[in-house]
């Protein structure tokens, strides 16, 4: 959800309640000032039969000049301008957070079973084993133990690796050597490595260099840059805090060994690192407000919007929620599949390949015709997945056609001439 135009909105009535507040200081304190100059008069001025009299012009006086000044009229045209910035944010925000969502409801069926499973993989993987087994139990779900059993290990390492506990990692992580060679991950080596310098901060000098006797051997042709350093670290062992190998020691490294522990764990486990439900709601977030708007729009056709298997436009997703490429056509706005692949033109477009066929057909002439099966025929297929997104600019196209009419017109002259 874009929210830039919520937060500009917001600063602006920010900036605008700044200047009103700002210049209502400065009346009252202009109003406060002539009040005072005269009260100070009036004290001065002696009891006598003309005392009221000039109490009374003075009075006058400060009443006329209050008038001049306009206290009243200065705060509300200030205050006026607030209230307008007050508006149009909260029609900003009536715009993006619309209340009714149901309109972009469409009814989808589901198996129970499916979303239940979901849900349920969703708090396991998040750790939270009470609620996921409170919901199987409550969804009668019978291979909830299955779903727990290899997220529950996952979980039990990392609470170890919160105390300092490697050990249960290094287990893990040994009873997958192969595998986890066999993706490049060195997550085997970082484990090593971090129980080195953990031996080396606490038990020493010896214990550390027995560990790495024991341990580094296999990782020798690999990691020989990483384990000479790891070595340096053994001149410092009683002052490593203040050496030039003090990084070892930084907390961000049990971090960063968590996390790739947890990404390698999912991986081996078939899973992805990222929740699936969480991610389907976040992308569902982020296109809700054109689904909504769409649906508007389509309200008088309902059930057209019900059965469409296709959106009629499309939604922009971040980054994060783009896993593969799609090309849409420019021309049919059709994704590619394997039967109608992206064509490079030699012009440097890429349309769909029934796009090129039904634009060659479409034309009536024969030059016409004939020049774009030549490109057609000179158009290269790109695969399907191609990553990132074909381009093709329609009105470049466009004059390109026009340049064909020009020269079909130019054709039929010449051939008009020869019959002559």
Not at 294 to 323: C, D, G, H, R
Request: proline share 4%.
């Amino acid at each position: 959800m874009d929210l830039t135009s919520i937060r500009d909105a917001f600063d602006r009535v920010s900036k605008k309640q700044k200047v009103s507040y700002s210049k209502t200081q400065e009346v009252i304190e202009k109003v406060q000032q002539e009040i005072e100059k005269v009260a100070k008069v009036l004290i001065e001025i002696p009891n006598g039969p003309e005392a009221g009299d000039q109490k009374r012009a003075l009075l006058v006086e400060l009443q006329t000049k209050l008038s001049e000044m306009g206290p009243s009229t200065q705060v509300g045209a200030s205050q006026k301008e607030v209230n307008l910035a007050v508006s149009k944010y909260g029609k900003v925000v009536d715009k993006i957070f619309c209340t009714d969502i149901a309109n972009a409801y469409r009814d989808v069926q589901f198996d129970p079973h499916v979303i239940n499973q979901i849900v349920a993989l969703h708090f396991y993987r998040q750790g939270l084993f009470d609620l996921g087994d409170c919901f199987v139990k409550e969804a009668q779900e019978a291979d909830g133990a299955g779903l727990k059993a290899p997220f529950y290990e996952m979980y039990q390492i990392l609470e170890q690796m919160k105390a300092k506990n490697l050990l249960p990692a290094i287990v893990w992580a040994t009873r997958h050597h192969d595998e986890l060679q066999k993706k490049g991950s060195s997550l085997e080596f970082k484990l090593h490595q971090l129980q080195f310098v953990n031996c080396l901060h606490q038990g020493g000098r010896n214990a550390a260099l027995q560990y790495a006797r024991s341990s580094f051997v296999p990782f020798a042709s690999n990691h020989m840059t990483d384990i000479q350093r790891l070595m340096g670290c053994l001149l410092w062992a009683e002052r490593l805090q203040s050496s030039p190998y003090a990084d070892m020691l930084a907390a961000t490294h049990w971090d960063s060994v968590a996390t790739e522990f947890t990404r390698e764990c999912c991986s081996l486990l078939g899973q992805a690192y990222e929740s699936p439900l969480h991610v389907t709601i976040s992308a569902g977030a982020q296109a809700l407000p054109t689904l909504v708007k769409l649906a508007t729009i389509m309200a008088n056709k309902k059930q057209e919007w019900q059965n469409m298997k296709q959106l009629p436009v499309e939604i922009e997703l971040s980054k994060e929620f783009q896993f593969h490429s799609i090309f849409a056509c420019p021309v049919s706005r059709d994704p590619s599949t394997a039967e109608n692949p992206p064509m490079l033109m030699p012009c440097g477009h890429v349309l769909c390949k029934q796009s090129i066929q039904k634009l060659a057909k479409e034309l009536h002439t024969k030059l016409l015709y004939e020049l774009l099966e030549r490109h057609l025929y000179r158009s290269g297929m790109i695969h399907h997945r191609r990553k990132g997104h074909g381009t093709c600019c329609w009105s470049l196209i466009n004059q390109r056609i026009m340049a064909l009419h020009v020269a079909s017109d130019k054709y039929h002259g010449l051939g008009s001439g020869r019959n002559l």
